[in-house]
């Protein structure tokens, strides 16, 4: 998305063997006023790798963007990031509350990085237990919680198609015991519903 919204409509025209570093100095000149500067080492990296590959098929002499510096860009965004104290606030307020279901999304939220969108998809099928006696992962409905290891599968969402955001957030994990407690919780009071 940075090379289509950002590089090829502002360098896109024009010919590789014609860009001048003074050109790839003053655009990223002009992208530091908008973009951070991690934004800008992003696009120098993607225009560097693109240069040198046309560089390696001879369609350029030299890689212009190597002999660019990233200038700094505009601070980012502040972070949206709970800070340690209000992480244990809110966990010890769900706790309270006396809502297992919230509980339990408050935990894995906070405990495994989870998306949201991916907590809401889930089903007691894609927790899972390591059966040492099997030697094989098991959903713990049907192997019970008398385990040592826990893991979730993050594999949907609730998002249109029911995808995870990208292919690669597609992913277990291994469930630290606050969260194994919580989803114990929530479990037993599902079943004695």
């Known amino acids: ?25 003053r ?16 696009l120098h990296s993607i225009l560097k790798r693109t240069v040198a590959r ?5 369609k350029v002499k030299r890689n212009v963007v190597l ?6 860009g505009k601070s980012g965004r502040p972070s949206k990031s709970l800070t340690l104290d209000q992480a244990v606030a809110l966990l010890d307020a769900s706790e309270k509350a006396g809502r297992a279901d919230m509980h339990a999304y408050i935990v894995l939220a906070l405990l495994t990085g989870a998306r949201t969108e991916e907590l809401r998809a889930l089903r007691w099928s894609h927790v899972v237990a390591y ?8 959903p713990v409905d049907e192997a019970g919680w008398e385990h040592q290891e826990f893991a979730v599968h993050v594999w949907r969402s609730v998002r249109r198609g029911g995808d995870t955001k990208t292919e690669k957030s597609r992913r277990s994990l291994k469930l630290p015991a606050r969260c194994v407690l919580a989803l114990h919780d929530l479990y037993s009071e599902q079943v004695a519903a």
């Not at 998305?1 to 100095?25: F, Q, T, Y």
């Not at 046309?54 to 001879?58: E, G, H, I, L, S």
């Not at 059966?131 to 098991?138: I, K």
């Open 54 to 58: 046309a560089q390696a098929r001879d």
């Open 27 to 42: 655009w990223l000149a002009k992208k530091a006023k908008t973009h951070s500067t991690k934004t800008l080492r992003e």
């Open 131 to 138: 059966d040492g006696d099997r030697q094989e992962w098991r």
């Open 1 to 25: 998305s940075l090379a289509k919204n950002h590089i090829i409509p502002d360098l896109g025209a024009r010919k590789l063997r014609e860009l001048s570093a003074d050109d790839v100095d």
């Open 67 to 72: 002999l660019c510096e990233v200038p700094q």
